[in-house]
């Protein structure tokens, strides 16, 4: 079942998304060579629970960390470790804050320092990708046109879109009904309607869109050996425009 909100319940998902967004902003301002991931995940923690939020993802199903830090050809889910980044790596970082009962979800990939024309483009294209899908974020579509749209311009660039992990509804849940696939033919699925709140979310490889998950029963890598990248928002569908809830 599609749980819609009111407008009161977006409100309040917006503060969410807006602490999401600041952390995010934490993020892009600290990482750099030498830092490790692990540090990143202190400093949203206590950002988070400063703002009088709680990092959703900790514990999480058993998830041990606040947020997602996935580095390379990790696609999502990567535990925040001691491994220090490095000029030219690219790190995926997956945020949740539930604030008032409501949660925001949004990812980012980052690059550190100067990166090469591969990351580059699979940075670029996967970000374009999410911006070309919510062009179908409205009343007038299903919901299958969005994930049209994204699996149309990420493999119009060259990459690949990840089968196996897909968006979802967000709200008192981090997981909420629908399953919003990357990938797909259009028309199909539910009609938009007023007060969906979408984390909408495309995972793109360089390589081939396979993965598998390593033995920590979390993280997703891709086969072979591949950059991925990863960009969400929590977009409220609206009787206009979608709106974006994870923004500043």
Not at 140 to 155: F, G, K, W
Not at 196 to 218: F, H, S, T
């Amino acid at each position: 079942m599609i749980i819609l909100k009111t407008k009161r319940e977006i409100e309040i998902m917006r503060k969410a998304g807006r602490l999401v967004a600041k952390a995010h902003e934490l993020v892009r301002n600290n990482i750099k060579p030498g830092v490790t991931t692990k540090e990143l995940d202190r400093l949203v923690e206590e950002f988070l629970k400063s703002q009088n939020a709680i990092p959703t993802f900790k514990g999480y199903n058993g998830f041990p960390f606040s947020i997602c830090a996935s580095v390379n050809e990790e696609v999502v889910h990567g535990f925040p470790s001691d491994r220090k980044l490095v000029e030219g790596d690219i790190v995926s970082v997956d945020i949740g804050a539930t604030f008032e009962g409501y949660v925001g979800d949004s990812a980012k990939t980052f690059s550190v320092g100067e990166i090469n024309d591969e990351k580059r483009c699979l940075v670029e294209a996967t970000r374009q990708s999410f911006y070309e899908g919510i062009k179908f974020a409205t009343t007038n579509y299903r919901l299958s046109d969005i994930s049209h749209a994204i699996q149309s311009y990420a493999e119009s660039k060259g990459f690949s879109v990840v089968r196996d992990f897909v968006g979802h509804g967000v709200g008192k849940k981090m997981h909420e009904s629908p399953q919003i696939p990357n990938f797909g033919r259009p028309g199909k699925g539910p009609r938009l309607q007023e007060g969906m709140v979408l984390a909408i979310e495309p995972m793109i490889n360089a390589g081939v869109y396979n993965v598998k998950i390593l033995d920590n029963d979390w993280t997703v890598v891709t086969v072979d050996g591949k950059p991925s990248a990863h960009y969400e928002h929590t977009v409220a569908i609206t009787d206009g425009e979608p709106m974006l809830l994870t923004v500043l």
